[in-house]
Nanobody, 126 residues
Framework: QVQLVESGGGSVPSGGSMRLSCAAS????????MGWFRQIPGKERDGVAAVYTGSGKTYYADSMKGRFTISQDNAKNTVYLQMNSLKPEDTAMYYC???????????????????WGQGTQVTVSS
């Protein structure tokens, strides 16, 4: 069973930065595709970025490239999402997810992921 725990959310003014963390409790951590998603109430859960922990290869949704960076610390079984130049429209619940396959897909779709964290709220004020 994969357990994912997100942390690092909160409130930040527009233009600020924030780093989210996702700690994974799973012995197969180094063979997982880990992704970050975000969701605004009433809308679909959108993919932000993903990383295959075995190789470190990263993937980004086209609209998220440039301001968001996904990274990993294998010693801590943790994946991070660094968010810079935040805008009010980045306000959302951010979720960490794991795909129980030994590869990531080029697209980051919620239905391809099997395990989810509880989410962490990010609020960007104007």
């Amino acid at each position: 069973q994969v357990q994912l725990v997100e942390s690092g959310g909160g409130s930040v003014p527009s233009g600020g930065s924030m780093r989210l963390s996702c700690a994974a409790s799973v012995y197969t951590y180094n063979r997982l595709c880990m992704g970050w998603f975000r969701q605004i109430p009433g809308k679909e859960r959108d993919g932000v970025a993903a990383v295959y922990t075995g190789s470190g290869k990263t993937y980004y949704a086209d609209s998220m490239k440039g301001r968001f960076t996904i990274s990993q610390d294998n010693a801590k079984n943790t994946v991070y999402l660094q968010m810079n130049s935040l805008k009010p429209e980045d306000t959302a619940m951010y979720y960490c997810a794991a795909r129980a396959r030994s590869y990531c897909l080029g697209t980051i779709q919620s239905y391809d992921y099997d395990h989810w964290g509880q989410g962490t709220q990010v609020t960007v004020s104007s």
